[in-house]
């Protein structure tokens, strides 16, 4: 016995083994459906495909259906891109999703604040232990994004997370 006499319980690091596999998958499944509703919610922002392609490897977890859907789209348009007429870049920006219409980092930015907001929304009024009202929930989400600007109030706020709450409803699980 190297370890000084000591005998080693090889269950006890299975078992430790599997617990963060269990809970590596679990996020990666709480990811992938945040992703997903992004990705709808956005109409298509491939900022959120490339999200869930990364937590599923990551996670070692198959990568989901749409992802995959997404990549075989952009892949055959990348293939089919050919010399002459747009730039190089705006051609594959395109091909991959990045189109005028997204703005895809500042789009991103913004979902991810809505997503921030019901998440927060939900620990706020969800835990017995912060036991604050919904309208108090809205005041500190205020805060805590910096949206304390003329107009913005427990409205906006309810605004994104109800698409949000509408977004997960509508994602498979």
């Known amino acids: 016995m190297k370890d000084g006499g000591v005998k080693h319980d090889c269950r006890a690091d299975d078992a430790k083994a599997n617990s963060r596999d269990e809970l590596q998958r679990g996020l990666a499944a709480y990811s992938l459906r945040h992703a997903r509703a992004l990705y709808d919610l956005s ?13 599923a490897r990551n996670a070692g977890v198959d990568v989901p259906a749409w992802v995959l859907e997404y990549l075989d789209d ?13 730039k190089v870049r705006d051609q594959f920006a395109e091909a991959i999703g990045a189109t005028a219409k997204h703005k895809i980092l500042d789009d991103a930015a913004k979902w991810d604040k809505w997503l921030t907001a019901y998440q927060r929304f939900q620990i706020y009024t969800k835990d017995d232990r912060i036991g604050i009202t919904e309208g108090e929930a809205y005041d500190r989400i205020q805060d805590e994004l910096g949206e304390q600007r003329e107009g913005a109030g427990h409205r906006t706020v309810k605004r994104w997370i109800d698409a ?10």
Do not use: C, H, M, S
């Open 43 to 55: 109409e298509g922002n491939p900022v959120f495909a490339w999200r869930a392609y990364r937590a």
């Open 74 to 86: 952009a892949a055959r348009r990348i293939v089919a891109l050919e010399p002459g007429g747009k």
């Open 164 to 173: 949000i709450e509408d977004a997960l409803q509508r994602t498979p699980e």
